[in-house]
């Protein structure tokens, strides 16, 4: 009686190790996927910034600067339904040499003049540096992936 009572409580532990491991798999599983949805969509991005003329990119992506992420849980943080953002080196809505974005590398000469001053260089910039965003409620509760990015003209 005692080696059936010890047998049962030995499946009992075992049986509930492999559930737990199956259950964390799968959780993995999802968060990897969600993981490449979002890099998926930082990809299709990139493309759609780089196939745009260097000059236009910030103006054209500071006025949209948000995204949708197929795939992805569209609650995000602030509410809006887009999980992506492209965060550009600004200080007041202007593009600045004087950002203190460290991720971004800056503060940094943008205009290529030798000099790093506070002034506006959204028309004159010959790199641009940015990130783009993707904040999302996973299964795995809040994540975040970040892909930052050089463009030069």
């Known amino acids: 009686m005692v080696d059936v ?8 532990v075992a049986a509930g190790g492999l559930i737990s491991t199956v259950i964390s798999t799968s959780r993995l599983a999802r968060t990897t996927e969600e993981s490449a949805d979002a890099y998926e969509a930082a990809r299709a991005i990139t ?16 006025a949209a600067p948000n995204f949708a992420v197929p795939g992805l849980n569209t609650q995000a943080a602030d509410g809006d339904g887009f ?5 550009f080196p600004t200080i ?3 593009l600045r040499e004087d950002s203190t974005n460290a991720s971004l590398g800056m503060p940094r000469d943008l205009n ?3 000099a790093i001053d506070a002034l506006d260089h959204s028309g004159d910039y ?3 540096p ?3 965003r993707m904040q999302w409620q996973g299964v795995s509760g809040d994540q975040t992936a970040d892909l930052t990015l050089l463009l030069e003209d």
Do not use: C, H, K, R
Request: charge should be negative; avoid cysteine.
């Open 5 to 12: 009572a010890l047998a049962s409580v030995i499946l009992v």
């Open 47 to 62: 493309e759609t910034i780089y196939a745009t003329p260097p000059g236009e990119v910030f103006a054209d992506f500071t």
């Open 83 to 87: 999980v992506g953002q492209i965060i």
């Open 92 to 94: 007041g809505g202007q």
């Open 112 to 114: 290529g003049d030798g």
């Open 126 to 128: 010959v790199i641009l």
């Open 130 to 132: 940015m990130t783009l």
